[in-house]
């Protein structure tokens, strides 16, 4: 009996991953998570059909050819918002490189399809931001490799356990009393994480689409601030939010950019701007109408993501 198809998740053990990975063993596939340390897949070893390929140097070509090896698609997940000073957590590496890296053992090892999760904005001509920048690089990686390949770009992504809701949730409660925001206005339209697992599922199960590049926006578009609010709400944590003015914003970029764990840099300022000075229409494909998927409005899952109900 032919075995399931092989799917590798290059960066699975992070956000989106944790969320694919169920999804896809469900389904019937097998699925290959490629991290640079197993210890970060302990509680998924538990799905049947999972295998990993870890090693601190997995995107090294010579670590990558046996470990995507019978695939039939890889889904490369491999992402991070704030780079570091080592050359391998630039953005440079990280987006770029090890994209190419992908791409190659791809060819290489006859792996038809590859699947990239990039960022919303980096098909825009002007990209003021290094994350913007390296995350186009990488989409141009993919559109000269050849391969059968396709490109979402989510806005912001939420869910039980992300980076967003859970990080403003926090801010919200130790702030006392008031809430001073960067980019108040910049406007986001958040998608719900089950919205983006269901169309990734959808594009790995072979899905047709008019276009193979396109966003993944929420139906909500809503100012930074308008969701800090509504999450408050949420968590009744009613705190007065007052917006920076941009130089304010700047300065707290520069300066918290040194710290070991930055809450908020100058490139986190730059690519939030970008969002408020980007056209209303975008060029590129709605995927979610592509793909038939009506996207879920911010409010209607936040409370039980926050694991609150709305007073
Ligand atoms: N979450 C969002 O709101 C959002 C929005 C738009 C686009 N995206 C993009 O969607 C993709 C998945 O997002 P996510 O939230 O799941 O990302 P994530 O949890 O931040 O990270 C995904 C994985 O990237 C790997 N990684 C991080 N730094 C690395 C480095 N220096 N070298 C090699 N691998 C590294 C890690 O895997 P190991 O440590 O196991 O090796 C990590 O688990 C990313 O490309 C991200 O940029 C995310």
């Known amino acids: 009996m032919s075995q399931p198809p092989l799917i590798v998740l290059a960066g ?34 538990v799905l049947p059909t999972l295998e990993t390929a870890a090693h601190p140097e997995i995107y090294a070509p010579r670590h990558l050819g046996p470990a995507v090896r019978g695939a039939s698609v890889i889904v490369n997940l491999v992402g991070l918002l704030n780079q570091g000073i080592r050359r391998k957590s630039r953005f440079a590496w990280v987006h770029g490189a090890v994209t190419g ?19 919303l904005l980096a098909d825009q001509s002007q990209l003021p931001s290094a994350y913007l920048r390296s995350k186009a690089d990488a989409e141009d990686r993919i559109r000269a490799s050849g391969l059968d390949w396709h490109i979402v770009r989510p806005s912001v992504i939420y869910g039980p356990d ?30 719900d994480i089950a919205d983006v697992v269901r169309a990734l599922r959808m594009l790995i199960d072979g899905a047709r689409v008019p276009v ?11 100012t930074l601030k308008e969701q800090v609010e509504a999450i408050g709400r949420v968590i009744h944590a009613h705190r007065l939010i007052v917006g920076l003015p941009n130089g304010a914003a700047w300065l707290m970029g520069a300066l918290f950019q040194w710290l070991p764990h930055p809450p908020f840099t100058l490139d986190n300022y730059r690519s939030l701007r970008a969002f408020s000075r980007a056209p209303d229409e975008r060029p ?14 911010f409010r209607a899952r936040i409370p039980a993501y926050l694991g609150h109900r709305i007073a």
């Open 101 to 119: 890296h992908l791409v190659a053992a791809a060819r290489d090892g006859a792996v038809p399809r590859f699947l990239h999760v990039s960022a």
């Open 284 to 297: 590129a494909a709605d995927g979610f109408g592509m793909l038939g998927i009506i996207p879920t409005p």
């Open 212 to 222: 193979p590049a396109m966003n993944l926006k929420g139906p909500d578009l809503l």
């Open 162 to 191: 992300d980076d967003f809701l859970q990080r403003f949730a926090r801010l919200l409660r130790r702030s006392p009393g008031i809430l001073p925001l960067a980019c108040p206005e910049a406007p986001l339209a958040p998608v």
């Open 12 to 45: 699975g053990s992070g956000f989106v991953g944790r969320h694919l990975a169920p999804a896809l063993v469900n389904a019937g596939y097998r699925v290959r998570i490629l991290t640079r340390d197993a210890s970060r897949l302990r509680d998924l070893q």
